[in-house]
């Protein structure tokens, strides 16, 4: 049990002065050192007994305030790393989630003395709100850096966030506003960085890459002022919380049986915000110098993320363009490019040993897609925008697929929503039109009506298609000229292009 009482501790940053000089001769040239050491003096500071409280508290701020510069240099090398290996990303996402980790525990330290009116906390009064506003943002960091890697997710930190802002609607300050750090432009307030929270969650981080997660979450930064957050449900009210569980917040289906901890939360103004914004980007194809992103963006990758949010923020949930049927059958999956081009190359039989396969199960089916499971994640290549050829179990073909949404439920399993592309495709040869006669090996995805098609979608390596230069190959019988209409989707490894279709006069 922690003293909050008593005289000056043993500890080399129990004078002011002498703990500012240490946190100035932190080296910063090794940032990732530089952030593991600032985690080890929160966790002192925090745990260590003798402590004035007034004392403990400005020491964790001004050393989480030594730490941000050190912390938003990791994430810019997390996110600008075009293909780290499996090393370097844990090491990254090690350093930022564990700092975040002891930042929380160090700060939920000082609200919970203050809410159980440990002796000497009444010295917080001033800076309660302050440091209420660190205890969320942090743990609202440990939660996004756990939707980077799609989990698995540790739910007792909403029982955190829930217990932290309870006790600043119940103490009145949950309005009050604060600088959150010296160095940010702006203020906040408890009630502000808890909406934050629950709107992220509830805006489907699960089917958003790492980067469109950091902008998601940049972007309900910017909207925060406008969200609405109420005791009572009301018609354009989307989402709602348990204050008195660790349960996540859930969109309304049906009204839940009424408490007093009900605390039911919306876009509100931000929603009109968000459609005027969309419309600045469109428009002026630039991100409005007042939204801070943190980094610099095509402005089609911002629009994507605008359009996301505005699907879940909206009163109405998004709409499944197909129903689900819940069915248990087993699922071939053969990954990447090379995967499907392996598959097609393959006997039509669930050949195991002639294709590099995974076998998941699939859960639910639609017209649209598979929700499916899966038992063990080999390697790292399972991501968001993965592509995926599918061979459901007794089937003879093979249906092109792309992964929409991914979480874990522990490091080894997960859960995967995929995206039906192709029902059925063939790998074909094409080559530049005048090129060289070998081409590349491309699928053309629903082929038995080339021929009479106006239109055709071809899956290609990245790069293959280049603007203005025509494809040509021959398909049952028939030569056929494909003019790029252009990309419809890209990933790691491929490309999903748009073509007009073409017969060619063979003179015969």
Not at 491 to 496: I, K, N, S, V
Request: proline content about 6%.
């Amino acid at each position: 049990m922690l003293k909050f009482f008593g005289g000056k501790p043993d500890h080399p940053m129990a004078d002011l002065k002498e703990a500012r000089k240490i946190l100035d001769e932190i080296p910063a040239n090794d940032v990732q050192k530089a952030i593991e050491e600032l985690g080890n003096w929160l966790d002192s500071v925090s745990s260590t007994e003798g402590f004035k409280p007034e004392l403990r508290a400005q020491l964790l701020l001004l050393i989480d305030e030594a730490a941000q510069p050190h912390v938003r240099k990791l994430v810019r090398d997390y996110l600008s790393t075009a293909r780290l290996t499996k090393f370097q990303e844990n090491r990254l996402w090690g350093a930022i989630h564990g700092y975040w980790r002891q930042a929380a525990l160090a700060f939920s330290v000082c609200v919970e003395a203050y809410g159980s009116g440990a002796k000497g906390t009444d010295g917080y009064k001033g800076s309660i709100a302050l440091l209420t506003v660190r205890a969320l943002r942090a743990l609202a960091q440990q939660m996004r850096w756990q939707y980077m890697r799609y989990g698995p997710f540790e739910d007792s930190l909403w029982g955190a966030v829930a217990k932290i802002y309870a006790l600043a609607e119940n103490r009145k300050y949950a309005r009050n506003k604060v600088s959150a750090y010296p160095a940010v432009p702006g203020e906040t307030s408890p009630e502000q960085e808890f909406l934050r929270v629950v709107m992220l969650a509830s805006s489907s981080p699960d089917s958003l890459l790492p980067v469109e997660i950091e902008l998601a979450e940049r972007l309900i930064a910017h909207f925060s002022a406008y969200f609405t957050l109420v005791l009572d449900q009301q018609p354009d009210i989307a989402y709602w919380i348990d204050l008195a569980t660790s349960q996540p917040p859930l969109r309304i289906a049906r009204p839940p049986q009424r408490a007093p901890t009900l605390r039911f939360f919306a876009a509100g103004k931000a929603l009109q915000e968000l459609d005027d914004l969309i419309a600045k980007v469109k428009s002026s194809n630039a991100i409005p110098a007042n939204v801070s992103l943190g980094g610099t963006y095509e402005p089609s990758m911002v629009l994507d993320v605008l359009r996301h949010l505005a699907l879940y923020w909206s009163a109405k949930p998004p709409e499944r363009k197909h129903p689900r049927h819940r069915v248990k059958t087993r699922l071939a999956v053969a990954y990447g490019l090379e995967g499907v081009l392996g598959a097609l190359g393959a006997s039509a039989s669930l050949d195991f040993e002639a294709v590099a396969t995974e076998s998941w199960i699939v859960e639910n089916v639609s017209a649209g897609g598979f929700g499916a499971s899966v038992p063990q994640i080999k390697g790292e290549w399972l991501k968001i925008g993965c592509l995926l050829g599918l061979q459901p179990e007794g089937g003879s073909n093979w249906v092109l697929g792309i992964v929409r949404r991914f979480n874990r439920e522990s490091p080894q399993q997960g859960n995967v929503g995929i995206q039906t592309v192709a029902r059925t495709m063939e790998s074909v040869k094409m080559r530049m039109q005048g090129g060289a006669e070998d081409g590349e090996t491309c699928v053309l995805l629903d082929p038995p009506g080339i021929a009479s098609a106006s239109e055709a979608t071809v899956l290609l390596r990245n790069g293959v298609m280049v603007p203005g230069q025509n494809l040509e190959f021959e398909f049952l019988g028939k030569q056929i000229m494909l003019l790029p209409q252009g990309v419809t989707e890209r990933g790691d490894d491929y490309e999903l292009a748009k073509f007009k279709v073409m017969l060619r006069d063979t003179g015969e």
